[in-house]
C-alpha cells in the first residue's frame, strides 16, 4: 500500500455550503490559487451542475490552475457528470466525483429508490463519467450508516466500472474514531477488487471528531485519500480541517509512516485568507491557525520555552506560516520572558536591581490588566528613566 497521502480540499465546494460562506468567482480564484501554492493534490472546484455561476468557477479554476487535480462533484446522472466533464476540459488533470446516497434512510426518504434501483444507477453513472475523464470518484452519500452488505455491493460494482477512488463520507458526522476505522478496513477487506481503488474519507465535525475520525480511516482502516477543508469549513458543524490533519500526519509521522505533499509554510495564509473571505471567524485556540496555537502565558512555561521550544512546542510556529512563537506577557509570566521582552525592545538597563524594579511594577500593572503590550512595557521602563 502506497505510503503517500493524498490531500483533497473541499474548501470551494463542501465549504461553501456552510451558511453564510457563499464565495464570489474573484475569492474562490483566489483560494484556488493559494490552494496549490500549498500543494493540495486534489482541489474540488465546485459543484458545476448546481447553477451556470458553478459551471463557470469550476472551468476558471481549471483553466488557472495547473498543478493540482481539478475536481467537480456530480449527482449520479448523465447530465450533471456531462456538465461536470465539460467543465473540466481546460484542466491539466480533471477528475470527476459523482455520489448517490445509500443508507436506508436517505435510499427510502430523500431519493424514493429501491436499493437496486440506487445500485444500477451508481454503475450506470460511473460506466458514464468513465467515458468522459480517466479520473473518477465515486461516494456512497451517508456511507457510514449504510448496512454495510449493500455498501459492498455498490462499491465493487462501481470499482468493476472503473472508479479509481471510492470515498466513504460520514455524512453527518456519527462515526466515532475506532469504529469509523473498522467500518472502512471491512469493506476493504470483503470487497474483492478493493485494492483497484484509492480509498478516501470524508468526514463531517458534528461530534466534533472529523479530524480523529479521518486519521482513523488512514491509520485503521488503510485509507490513502482524506477530504478536508481550510479551516474546517463546512455545512452545520463543518468538515476535517486540513490544516489540523496534516500537521498531525506530519508532526506524528513516527506513528503514521505517511507522506503529504503540502507545504505547510503557506498554511496560515491560506487560514486568513478563508476567513477572510467568508468573514468566520477562526478561535483563538483552534489548533495550528488560532491565535493561540503557539502562544504561552504562564511563567513556566515560558521559562521554559525561552530555554527549549521543545518543552511546550510540538511544532514550529514558523512551519506552518506564523512568524514567531508568542510569549503573552501578563500576570502569569516570569521574570525571564520579561527580561527576554526588554531585550527584544532595545531597552537596557544597568543593573538587575533595575531589571528587578521594573519588573514588579509590571507585575503590578499585570494585576490590573489582561494582556500588557510592548507600549505598556516601554511606558513602565521609562517611568525610571532607563535608555531605550
Ligand atoms: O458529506 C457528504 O456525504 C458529501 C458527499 C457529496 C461526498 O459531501
Ligand atoms: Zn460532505
Known sequence: MSDQLIIFDTTLRDGEQSPGASMTKDE???????????????????????????FDCVQSIASIIKDSTICSLARANDRDIARAAEALKPANRARIHTFI??????????????????????????????????????????GY?????????????????????INVPDTVGYAVPELYGQFILNLRERIPNSDKAIWSVHCHNDLGMAVANSLAGVKIGGARQVECTINGLGERAGNCSLEEVVMAVK??????????????????????????????????????VGAN??????????????????????????DVGWSANKIVLGKLSGRNAFKQRLQELGVVMDSESEINAAFTRFKDLADRKSEIFDEDILALVHMEGAEA
Open 28 to 54: 474562490k480564484l483566489r483560494i484556488a490559487r493559494q490552494l496549490e501554492r500549498l500543494k493540495v493534490d486534489v482541489i474540488e472546484a465546485g459543484f458545476a451542475a448546481s447553477s451556470n455561476g458553478d
Open 101 to 142: 446516497a445509500t443508507s436506508p434512510l436517505h435510499m427510502e426518504k430523500k431519493l424514493r429508490m429501491s436499493p437496486d434501483e440506487v445500485f444500477e444507477q451508481a454503475k450506470l453513472s460511473v460506466r458514464f463519467a468513465r467515458n468522459l475523464v480517466g479520473d473518477v470518484e465515486f461516494s456512497p452519500e451517508d
Open 145 to 165: 450508516r449504510s448496512d454495510p452488505d449493500f455498501l459492498c455491493r455498490v462499491i465493487e460494482a462501481v470499482i468493476a466500472e472503473g472508479a479509481t477512488t
Open 251 to 288: 508532526t506524528r509521522r513516527d506513528y503514521f509512516g505517511l507522506d503529504v505533499n503540502i507545504d505547510a509554510q503557506h498554511i496560515v495564509a491560506a487560514s486568513r485568507l478563508v476567513s477572510q473571505t467568508t468573514g468566520f471567524v477562526v478561535q483563538p485556540n483552534k489548533a495550528v
Open 293 to 318: 496555537a503557539f502562544a504561552h502565558a504562564s511563567g513556566i512555561h515560558q521559562d521554559g520555552v525561552l530555554k527549549a521550544r521543545d518543552t511546550y512546542e510540538i511544532m514550529r510556529a514558523e
